[in-house]
């Protein structure tokens, strides 16, 4: 049985802050909804506690990165007690790829896998052939060249739709710049001074590198 959750005004508004800047402060988002950041982050915690937020993503236009995105989409038979879990766990111990379970549907898995190479993508396509071939009933391949973010607009009424598609060249970026983008990508609301030490930058440096990819819109928002 699924359990519903009620949420009251002050829950809905922090998720609302949340998606629009979610590495504001916790003094900030108080400020916003009427909170002090002591009842801010106990009503955080609690939203994770409760399963309402699962993770919070960050929002790349990796096409500006070069990157190719590919979708497969897969129906599954035969499978066995415990193959669908070690499929999953395989696909999400992997770099670049997300993976949707799907539980009353007729798909049983989505996977998306953004690579620069797509001699990568054949890699990693002929490995899940190799070892999970056998449980593979259908299987669709695409190639994704818009992504669209809708928010939740369930919850809030209008919300800005973000679309992210190849629309220019590449952006050059330094390493420390792509380290600093898988930093935020594993936590997004990680501080300044812990990211600092991560990449054996200055805050300056990290700040101002944050703000560059927020300029040429490799950043542009978060969701939930």
Wanted: with cysteine; proline share 0%; hydrophobic share 40%.
């Amino acid at each position: 049985m699924v359990e519903i959750i009620n949420l009251n005004v002050k829950d809905v508004k922090l998720l609302h802050e949340l998606e629009r800047d979610a590495r504001a402060s916790l003094a900030e988002i108080g400020r916003k909804i009427g909170a002090s950041k002591e009842v801010v982050n106990y009503r955080l915690k609690n939203l994770f506690s409760e399963g309402v937020i699962k993770r919070i993503g960050l929002i790349i236009d990796n096409f500006l990165l070069d990157m190719k995105h590919y979708r497969i989409v897969l129906d599954l038979h035969n499978v066995q007690e415990g193959t669908r879990d070690d499929l999953v766990r395989f696909l999400r111990g992997m770099k670049n790829v997300e993976v949707s379970v799907f539980l009353q549907s007729s798909t049983d898995l989505e996977i998306s896998l953004k690579i620069k190479n797509s001699g990568e993508f054949y890699d990693f396509y002929n490995k899940l052939l190799d070892d999970y071939g056998q449980y593979i009933k259908q299987k669709k391949l695409s190639v994704v060249t818009k992504e669209y973010f809708l928010g939740h607009r369930y919850l809030w009424g209008e919300s800005e739709i973000k679309v992210i598609g190849r629309t220019s060249g590449a952006v050059e970026l330094d390493n420390k710049d792509y380290e600093l983008i898988e930093e935020l990508v594993k936590d997004c609301r990680i501080g300044i001074l812990d990211l600092g030490k991560k990449l054996s930058l200055s805050p300056s440096s990290i700040i101002y590198k944050l703000r560059n990819l927020q300029k040429k819109k490799i950043i542009i928002g978060h969701n939930l």
